[in-house]
């Protein structure tokens, strides 16, 4: 019997950090990129279509930490890459984001 795989939508408004992110989570077995997107607005439908369990988002998105990141109906969790500093950290889990990395950490960091 084959083991369930985390269903992600990763989220970048630069194309070569998106597929980067989603070449990196794909290595692994138990992870499943389902979407790739380019707004917030984008990821957050992706993820309900897709029935994605978490949204992977670039904090350095024009858009990411605004009103569009909250899922309305709370299906789909948020977690951040690419965090630089206390401030983003602290606007981020202002809006709901239940993990983050930071821009200094390895891709390990991500994985795990």
Known sequence: MRAARIRI????????TR???AQ????????????????????????RINKAVLLLVDAAMPDCCCGD????DS?????LYGLQNEDDV?????????????????VTGLVD
């Open 19 to 21: 597929d980067g992110v």
């Open 69 to 72: 990141m909250m899922v309305p």
């Open 24 to 47: 990196l989570l794909r290595r692994n077995r138990g992870l499943h990129v389902v979407a790739l997107s380019a707004t917030v607005a984008e990821a957050v439908l992706s993820a």
């Open 9 to 16: 939508v990763v989220a970048s408004h630069i194309r070569l």
């Open 90 to 106: 602290f606007r981020c889990t202002d809006i709901g984001a239940i993990a983050y990395v930071s821009g200094g950490e390895s």
């Open 75 to 79: 299906s789909t969790p948020v977690g």
